[in-house]
């Protein structure tokens, strides 16, 4: 297993997600921020829709704090919430902004399917499971980003038009509090698996709510692909 900055937990859920994660994490999509061919139309109809599903992840992220058992884990999940509704959320406000698309527009976007199904999806995960159900579901989001901001900030074109898109994730900002949410799930996971969570009954469960939100992740991508 290939460690990570986020966590042992995340690099164990890495693992055993296999090429669904290679999928999501070097996505066509990706690769058009990075070397700068992504058509416009794509990133602004990404943008519009990942505003809507920012909404929901703060939702989801709130549960969070609602199914937490420790205050370090209430902490570290409302610090989340003000991470997205705070400071992720202002780059899809200024950067549709300066397209002539204002924030009210934004926030009463119709959802594409697939942004339905991944935020209900994580929602339902909390609601019906407990904070594990719930983390594991969110990790694919927080670490793949993480995973692909790092990566473009190593080797985006200089030339790229998505270089605001791609500091927003590879700064030191989101990557701390990546980082943060990694080490509370490595506690979390302790705490109520014990030292070898892979050998809990409960893992194999865990890994398959891993596994469909990073599924979903690539349907994301394909939906932004796709354009409106
Ligand atoms: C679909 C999606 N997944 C993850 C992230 C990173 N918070 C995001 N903005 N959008």
Redesign the pocket.
């Known amino acids: 297993m290939t460690r990570s900055v986020y966590g042992d937990t995340f690099a164990l859920w890495r693992a055993g997600c296999g090429q669904p994660w290679h999928d999501y994490t070097h996505h066509a999509f990706v690769e058009g921020l990075r070397d700068g061919t992504l058509p416009r139309a794509s990133f602004l109809h990404y943008l519009v829709?990942?505003y809507v599903?920012?909404v929901h992840?703060a939702r989801a992220w709130s549960l969070g704090v609602v199914k937490a058992e420790t205050l370090d884990e209430m902490k570290v999940c409302a610090g989340t919430v003000d991470a997205?509704v705070n400071h992720?959320m202002a780059l899809h406000v200024k950067t549709c902004a300066a397209e002539g698309i204002e924030e009210a527009t934004l926030f009463a976007a119709v959802e594409a399917f697939e942004?339905l199904a991944?935020t209900r999806y994580v929602m339902d995960a909390g609601l019906q499971g407990d904070f594990l159900d719930l983390m594991a579901s969110l990790a694919?989001?927080?670490f793949?980003?993480g995973e692909i901001g790092t990566r473009l900030a190593q080797s985006a074109a200089s030339e790229t038009p998505y270089r605001d898109w791609i500091d927003t994730?590879g700064d030191a900002e989101y990557q701390g509090v990546m980082q943060t949410v990694g080490q509370m799930m490595d506690e979390a996971i302790g705490r109520r698996l014990g030292p070898d969570p892979t050998a809990s009954a409960r893992w194999p469960s865990l890994q398959g709510r891993f596994t469909t939100a990073t599924r979903l992740?690539v349907a994301?991508?394909d939906m932004g692909l796709r354009g409106a």
Do not use: A, T
């Open positions: 829709q990942d599903f920012l992840f997205l992720e942004n991944y694919p989001c927080c793949g980003y994730y992740e994301f991508w």
